[in-house]
């Protein structure tokens, strides 16, 4: 693991994922080994990562059904304008035909509801 | 010889350990003193606002109201000819108007009793909605079923919490738009606040005034801060407040 902050967006239309996260993440958010960012709906997602000045965000997660554009259509748009984000979907329904079209696009990973954190954490530094 | 040697050396360690643990220990309570002086005067702050409010309002402001009413109902005295005189009489009583208002602003910031009143989100809105104004930025409060029930003490320090980090925002972080989340969740109030910023980095900024304020403020509720910002990400910060906790005494 590099020894920079691992920066994360996290979007999802449900407001207590958010919290969750902020409380799961807690310990490492406060030791500077994460930092979260949050967006409620793909669109809010997108608007965020145009405004960062020195891109250096590495991971997203990203919800596949959300009121708007959906999961699916974000992970398209971040993989165009953004190929070296990495991209993981999370989803309460395992629908084969989301992972095939998902997986196609390039997301690295599915992580099922409700998300186990501890194995997220894991998966995440296995990755960074 | 060699046993001289070895107790000599035991001496000089167990020494050396002692003077080691009292420093320690000395180190402990200093800072434990410091922590309970940061709280008195966080409280004291508090009463003393409330105390100078309650006798602005019952001496000032009543003295203020009763002279209105006197210039007001000279204004029927005064000759339509003499033009004078009755121009004088408009800016007194405009002057005495800016003069009500504003001491009514400044109760407003010593005491905030629309937190009493109209609960905590609405006094966030207010507050949010005037600062807003002077500062082009954008605002948004989601609260979901924030209960009334939460002790006041707790209630008027998340306020204060709240304009203190408003108060950073506006000064120092550029930031074009401020969201906020109240929540009540498993007995626990929980306040989220975004800016998004400069960001700033937190190891160089712990010991500001500002920031060691709002934890002094979480700590005598018994709850815990967690700040996460970085240069070019913002300001988040969560905080979370046991709503039964017995230290919700001091305000």
Redesign the interface.
């Given at each position: 693991m590099k020894e920079d902050?691992l920066?994360i967006l996290v979007v999802d239309d449900e407001?207590?994922i958010?919290?969750l996260f902020?409380k799961k993440f807690?310990k490492d958010?406060?030791e500077?080994k994460f930092?979260?960012?949050f967006a409620t709906s793909a669109n809010a997602a997108i608007q965020y990562l145009n405004?960062?000045?020195?891109f250096d965000m590495v991971l997203v997660l990203s919800d596949i059904k959300m009121p708007g554009m959906n999961g699916i259509d974000l992970l398209k748009i971040v993989k165009t304008q953004y190929p070296h984000l990495k991209v993981m979907m999370i989803t309460a329904y395992d629908d084969l035909k989301n992972r095939e079209d998902a997986t196609r696009l390039g997301a690295l990973d599915f992580i099922a509801k409700p998300v186990n954190f501890e194995a997220l954490r894991s998966r995440i530094l296995q990755l960074f | 010889m060699e046993i001289i040697k070895q107790w000599i050396w035991q001496i000089i360690l167990s020494v050396v350990l002692i003077i080691f643990i009292l420093v320690r220990y000395r180190l402990f309570l200093l800072h434990k003193r410091q922590k309970h002086q940061l709280y008195i005067i966080v409280s004291t702050q508090e009463q003393e606002r409330q105390r100078l409010a309650k006798d602005l309002h019952d001496d000032l402001g009543t003295s203020l109201s009763t002279l209105r009413l006197y210039i007001a109902a000279m204004s029927d005295l005064i000759s339509t000819q003499n033009e004078d005189l009755k121009q004088i009489h408009g800016n007194a009583l405009q002057i005495l108007d800016t003069s009500i208002r504003n001491m009514r602003e400044h109760l407003f910031q010593l005491n905030p009793k629309i937190v009493e009143e109209h609960g905590l989100p609405s006094a966030i809105n207010n507050y949010m909605f005037k600062m807003s104004r002077f500062n082009k930025l954008k605002f948004n409060l989601?609260d979901?079923h924030f209960p009334e029930y939460v002790s006041p003490e707790i209630k008027i320090n998340i306020y204060r919490i709240m304009q203190e980090l408003v108060n950073n925002t506006i000064k120092y972080a550029e930031a074009k738009s401020i969201s906020i989340?109240l929540?009540y969740?498993d007995k626990q109030v929980?306040f989220?606040y975004e800016d998004?910023g400069k960001g700033f980095d937190?190891e160089k900024i712990k010991g500001g005034y500002g920031l060691k304020n709002i934890s002094t403020r979480v700590e005598m509720l018994g709850g815990t801060i967690?700040?996460?910002t970085?240069p070019?990400?913002?300001n988040?910060v969560?905080i979370e407040i046991p709503s039964s906790n017995k230290k919700n005494h001091v305000r």
């Open positions: 902050i920066k407001e207590d958010q919290l902020r807690k958010i406060q500077g930092l979260f960012r405004t960062l000045k020195e | 989601h979901s989340q929540m969740r929980i989220i998004d937190n967690c700040l996460d970085k070019g990400y913002g988040n969560m």
